[in-house]
């Protein structure tokens, strides 16, 4: 298949106060391979030729204001929506909403915030949802 993003950079207020959240939540999204890169975060996916895929950077804008945008990362499963939404509570996700079906039926979900405020979500859909 083939890919529909390769990167996405996002700005937080502060990289230290976000660090353990995104050291945490990331990893468990699939994004399993810490690069380092100075003044970022920046964690890669790796393909089944073990070569890296897209990749989620995060680093710091100290005047950095979140706005309506939301993120939202796929799952597999409503075992897994709940599995990460352990981990995003667990690491200090804020303004959390869900797990649960929270767009009608047959698409299961967590919203919630990142240490700085930026919308992030976790879902899953079933075939026919939308």
Not at 54 to 69: L, Q
Not at 105 to 126: K, M, Q, T, W
Request: glycine share 10%; with cysteine.
């Amino acid at each position: 298949m083939r890919r529909l993003y390769d990167h996405i950079d996002l700005r937080v207020r502060s990289l230290q106060e976000a660090r353990a959240f995104y050291e945490a939540v990331l990893p468990a999204l699939g994004f399993t391979r810490r690069m380092e890169v100075d003044g970022w975060l920046q964690f890669e996916a790796v393909g089944a030729g073990r070569g890296s895929t897209e990749f989620f950077g995060v680093t710091e804008a100290r005047e950095h204001i979140a706005n309506e945008c939301r993120i939202a990362f796929w799952a597999q499963s409503v075992a897994e929506v709940d599995r990460l939404a352990h981990i995003v509570a667990e690491k200090g996700g804020r303004q959390i909403e869900g797990p649960g079906y929270l767009e009608g039926a047959g698409y299961y979900a967590v919203f919630f915030e990142d240490p700085s405020g930026n919308r992030l979500e976790i879902c899953h859909r079933v075939a026919g949802a939308i």
